[in-house]
C-alpha cells in the first residue's frame, strides 16, 4: 500500500471534485421537473427525477465538503494561519459577496417575473435587505456552500494547526486504532453525524431551513468537512479508505435498503404497515448514515482508479470554482425559458443542461479567466503570466 505524502498533488481529489459540480449541474437541472419545490417548475413534472436524485442528494454536497476539508488540511501546510485566513477570506468573502449582489438575483427575477416590469424594477429590492423567501430578494442561494465553507475554514483553524503539529502525534495514533478498520471508518464518523441532527433537528426542522434557523444543517455539513481534515491528517488512515473499498461498498448498498423503502412509501409505490412519524425517522436516519457511508465508499473508488494527472485538468479544475457560482443562475435563466416550448421533458432536461454547462463555460474562458478583476470576483488565483509580468517589470525598475 503506497502511503502518501500529506503535501502529495492528489489527482483522485481533483477528479471527484469536477464529478460532484457535473453531478450538482444535473441535480439543479432536475429540480425544475421532480415533485420537490425549486425556484420555477416545469409544468409537467415527473417522480422518476426523484428516484436518483434522491440519493445523489445525500452525497454530492457532502462529498465536495469532504473533499474540502482534506484540501484545506493540504492548503495550510504551506501557508501561515494568517496567510491562510487572508487567502480565505479573498477566495471565498470576496466572491460571496459578489454572488449575492450579481449572481445570485437574477434567480430571484425569474422566480417572481410576474411582479416586475423589468429587471431594474426588480433588483431595487435587493437592498432593502429583507430576506428571501420571507418576502424579499436578499439572499446567497445555492452560495450556501461558500458562506459555509468560509466559516468553517476559519472555525477549524484551531483543530486544523494542532492536526498539523507534533503534538498531535497520539491523537492521529488514535484516530487510526480507532477508525483504521472498515467498521470503524464507517460506524463512528456515521454515528456522530445522526447524533448531531438526533439533537438538533427537534429545534431547526427541515421545513425551516432557509435564510436563517438553518443550524442542524450547518452542523451537519460541518461534519463532512471535519472528517475530511482529520482522515486526511494520518496517512495511514487515509490510505486504508482505498483497501476496503469493496467492503465499503457493500456496507453502502446496503444502507440504500431502509433508505429506498421509507422513499417509495412517500412517492406512494408502497405502503409500509408504520406510524407515518417512525417511517420519517428510518428515512431521515438511513439518509444520514449512507450520506456518510457513500461519501467514504466514492472517495474510496477515487483513490482507487482516479489518481492520475491528465494534461487539461489543472485548467478544468482552477473553473470548477465559477462554473459552480454560474450554474445554477444559467440553469434558472435558460430553464425559464425552456420550459415554455412544447417538447418533451426529456428533451428539456438535456436542453437545460447542455445550455447551461456550455455558458457557464464560455462565460469562464472568455470573460472570468482573462480578466484579473474577474478572477477576483470568482475566487481565482491572479493570473500566472500577469503576475510574471508585474515580477518582470518590477525587478527592471529596481535594476534601473
Same mark, same amino acid.
Given at each position: 500500500?503506497?502511503?502518501?505524502?500529506?503535501?502529495?498533488?492528489?489527482?483522485?481529489?481533483?477528479?471527484?471534485?469536477?464529478?460532484?459540480?457535473?453531478?450538482?449541474?444535473?441535480?439543479?437541472?432536475?429540480?425544475?421537473?421532480?415533485?420537490?419545490?425549486?425556484?420555477?417548475?416545469?409544468?409537467?413534472?415527473?417522480?422518476t427525477?426523484?428516484?436518483?436524485?434522491?440519493?445523489?442528494?445525500?452525497?454530492?454536497m457532502q462529498?465536495?465538503?469532504?473533499? =474540502?476539508?482534506?484540501?484545506?488540511?493540504?492548503?495550510?501546510g504551506?501557508?501561515?494561519?494568517a496567510q491562510f485566513?487572508?487567502?480565505?477570506?479573498?477566495?471565498?468573502f470576496? *466572491?460571496l459577496?459578489?454572488g449575492?449582489?450579481?449572481?445570485?438575483?437574477?434567480?430571484?427575477?425569474?422566480?417572481f417575473? %410576474?411582479?416586475?416590469?423589468n429587471y431594474?424594477?426588480?433588483?431595487?429590492?435587493?437592498?432593502?435587505?429583507?430576506?428571501? *423567501?420571507q418576502?424579499? =430578494?436578499?439572499?446567497?442561494?445555492h452560495?450556501?456552500f461558500?458562506?459555509?465553507?468560509?466559516?468553517?475554514?476559519?472555525?477549524?483553524?484551531?483543530?486544523?494547526?494542532?492536526?498539523? %503539529?507534533?503534538r498531535?502525534?497520539?491523537?492521529?495514533?488514535?484516530?487510526w486504532?480507532?477508525?483504521?478498520?472498515?467498521a470503524?471508518?464507517?460506524?463512528?464518523?456515521?454515528?456522530?453525524?445522526v447524533?448531531?441532527?438526533?439533537?438538533?433537528?427537534?429545534?431547526?426542522?427541515?421545513?425551516?431551513?432557509?435564510?436563517?434557523?438553518?443550524?442542524?444543517?450547518?452542523?451537519?455539513?460541518?461534519?463532512?468537512?471535519?472528517?475530511?481534515m482529520?482522515f486526511?491528517s494520518?496517512?495511514?488512515l487515509? #490510505?486504508?479508505?482505498?483497501k476496503n473499498?469493496?467492503?465499503?461498498?457493500v456496507? =453502502?448498498?446496503?444502507?440504500?435498503?431502509?433508505f429506498?423503502?421509507?422513499?417509495?412509501?412517500?412517492y406512494?409505490?408502497?405502503?409500509?404497515?408504520?406510524?407515518?412519524?417512525?417511517i420519517?425517522?428510518?428515512?431521515?436516519v438511513?439518509?444520514?448514515?449512507?450520506?456518510?457511508?457513500?461519501?467514504?465508499?466514492?472517495?474510496?473508488?477515487?483513490q482507487?482508479?482516479?489518481?492520475?494527472?491528465?494534461?487539461?485538468?489543472?485548467?478544468?479544475?482552477?473553473? /470548477?470554482?465559477?462554473?459552480?457560482?454560474?450554474?445554477?443562475?444559467?440553469?434558472?435563466?435558460?430553464g425559464?425559458?425552456?420550459c415554455?416550448?412544447?417538447?418533451?421533458?426529456?428533451?428539456?432536461?438535456?436542453?437545460? %443542461?447542455?445550455?447551461a454547462?456550455?455558458? #457557464?463555460?464560455?462565460?469562464?474562458?472568455? #470573460?472570468?479567466?482573462?480578466?484579473?478583476?474577474?478572477?477576483?470576483?470568482?475566487?481565482?488565483k *491572479?493570473?500566472?503570466?500577469? /503576475?510574471?509580468?508585474?515580477?518582470?517589470?518590477?525587478?527592471?525598475?529596481?535594476?534601473?
Open positions: 500500500m503506497h502511503i502518501t505524502n500529506a503535501s502529495e498533488r492528489r489527482y483522485d481529489l481533483d477528479w471527484l471534485r469536477l464529478i460532484a459540480i457535473a453531478i450538482v449541474l444535473f441535480f439543479h437541472t432536475g429540480m425544475i421537473f421532480n415533485k420537490w419545490d425549486f425556484h420555477i417548475k416545469n409544468a409537467e413534472t415527473s417522480s427525477f426523484g428516484y436518483w436524485m434522491a440519493w445523489s442528494h445525500a452525497w454530492r462529498l465536495l465538503l469532504f473533499i =474540502s476539508g482534506a484540501g484545506t488540511y493540504m492548503a495550510l504551506k501557508r501561515t494561519v485566513a487572508g487567502e480565505r477570506f479573498r477566495r471565498l470576496i *466572491p459577496v459578489f449575492i449582489f450579481v449572481v445570485v438575483p437574477p434567480q430571484i427575477y425569474f422566480e417575473i %410576474s411582479r416586475f416590469q431594474g424594477d426588480f433588483y431595487k429590492t435587493v437592498f432593502e435587505f429583507k430576506p428571501y *423567501p418576502g424579499g =430578494s436578499f439572499s446567497w442561494h452560495l450556501w461558500i458562506l459555509y465553507l468560509l466559516i468553517y475554514s476559519l472555525i477549524a483553524l484551531p483543530l486544523l494547526s494542532y492536526l498539523r %503539529s507534533p498531535s502525534q497520539s491523537f492521529r495514533d488514535k484516530l486504532k480507532t477508525m483504521g478498520s472498515p470503524g471508518m464507517l460506524l463512528i464518523p456515521a454515528a456522530i453525524i447524533m448531531s441532527q438526533v439533537l438538533l433537528r427537534p429545534f431547526f426542522p427541515e421545513e425551516t431551513h432557509a435564510l436563517v434557523n438553518d443550524w442542524a444543517y450547518f452542523v451537519y455539513y460541518l461534519s463532512f468537512f471535519i472528517f475530511g482529520i486526511y494520518n496517512q495511514n487515509w #490510505c486504508s479508505i482505498e473499498r469493496k467492503f465499503l461498498l456496507a =453502502s448498498v446496503i444502507v440504500l435498503i431502509p429506498y423503502l421509507m422513499f417509495f412509501n412517500f406512494k409505490t408502497i405502503t409500509l404497515p408504520w406510524k407515518p412519524e417512525t420519517e425517522v428510518v428515512f431521515h438511513s439518509a444520514n448514515i449512507g450520506s456518510w457511508f457513500w461519501v467514504v465508499t466514492i472517495v474510496a473508488f477515487g482507487r482508479y482516479l489518481n492520475r494527472p491528465h494534461p487539461w485538468l489543472s485548467r478544468a479544475n482552477e473553473g /470548477v470554482y465559477p462554473f459552480y457560482i454560474l450554474h445554477q443562475t444559467a440553469i434558472i435563466a435558460i425559464y425559458y425552456v415554455q416550448w412544447s417538447w418533451s421533458i426529456t428533451a428539456k432536461f438535456w436542453t437545460i %443542461s447542455l445550455l454547462g456550455i455558458s #457557464c463555460i464560455m462565460f469562464y474562458v472568455t #470573460c472570468i479567466r482573462p480578466f484579473a478583476i474577474m478572477r477576483l470576483f470568482f475566487g481565482l *491572479p493570473n500566472r503570466k500577469a /503576475v510574471e509580468v508585474t515580477q518582470t517589470a518590477s525587478a527592471v525598475a529596481t535594476a534601473e
